[in-house]
Nanobody
Framework: AQLVESGGGSVQPGGSLRLSCAAS????????VRWYRQAPGRMRELVAS????????LYADSVKGRFTISRDNAKNVAYLEMIMLKPEDTGVYLC??????????????WGRGTEVTVSS
């Protein structure tokens, strides 16, 4: 089971990025997907979540209206579209896939992250 994030980079404030999270080796379409970010000296923060079917999403207050989470189960990929980026959005963005609770003790799958830097 593997998740690989991509799409990070350095942008100026107000810029945009689209992150991708590519899954392999597990039944991605059954898993909830979450994007977290880890900034230096700060706790890991949950940014956005999407249900397995993609019909419900949740966002941290700090990114509402600017970030959009989506997924394409046919391609085994999840996305995080980020617009109007701010310096405080800087950090490593990590993707998490969580299996259905009814499956019992099945491990979560974490990616290694992609770095986003917002600076002028």
């Amino acid at each position: 089971a593997q998740l690989v994030e991509s799409g990070g980079g350095s942008v100026q404030p107000g810029g945009s990025l689209r992150l991708s999270c590519a899954a392999s080796g597990f039944r991605f379409s059954y898993y909830v997907v979450r994007w977290y970010r880890q900034a230096p000296g700060r706790m890991r923060e949950l940014v956005a979540s999407i249900t397995s079917a993609g019909d419900q999403t949740l966002y941290a207050d700090s990114v509402k209206g600017r970030f959009t989470i989506s997924r394409d189960n046919a391609k085994n990929v999840a996305y995080l579209e980020m617009i109007m980026l701010k310096p405080e959005d800087t950090g490593v963005y990590l993707c998490l896939a969580q299996p259905p609770t009814e499956w019992g003790p099945v491990d979560d799958v974490w990616g290694r992250g992609t770095e986003v830097t917002v600076s002028s």
